[in-house]
Nanobody, 124 residues
């Protein structure tokens, strides 16, 4: 039974930082794509970043590049998202997800098969 459990969300002031974590259990994700997506109220879910579990190739959505860093601790089966220079537009529910393979140059909801429950990030 695959489980993805996010943590680390909260309320932060503009310009601040947060570190999200996602602990995966029930499956060892080999050559999988693990990523973060987010959904703001009234908006569609959008991709934030992904990392391939084999080789560590990463991809970031344009608006997050340079501000967010995705990383994977393979030993602990834990995914992280370090977010800096946060702006109010980053306010959303952030979801951890896993899928059978990363697609080059894009990140979409349909690329992922497993999802966490989400962790709320509010920048205000």
């Amino acid at each position: 039974h695959v489980q993805l459990v996010e943590s680390g969300g909260g309320l932060v002031q503009p310009g601040g930082s947060l570190r999200l974590s996602c602990e995966a259990s029930g499956y060892k994700f080999v050559n999988y794509c693990m990523g973060w997506l987010r959904q703001a109220p009234g908006k569609e879910r959008e991709g934030v970043a992904y990392v391939n579990t084999d080789g560590g190739r990463t991809f970031y959505a344009d608006s997050m590049m340079g501000r967010f860093t995705i990383s994977l601790d393979n030993a602990k089966n834990t995914l992280h998202l370090q977010m800096t220079s946060l702006i109010p537009e980053d306010t959303a529910m952030y979801y951890c997800a896993a899928g059978p393979g990363c697609v080059r140059h894009r990140i979409r909801q349909s690329d992922f098969a497993y999802w966490g429950q989400g962790t709320q990030v509010t920048v205000s």
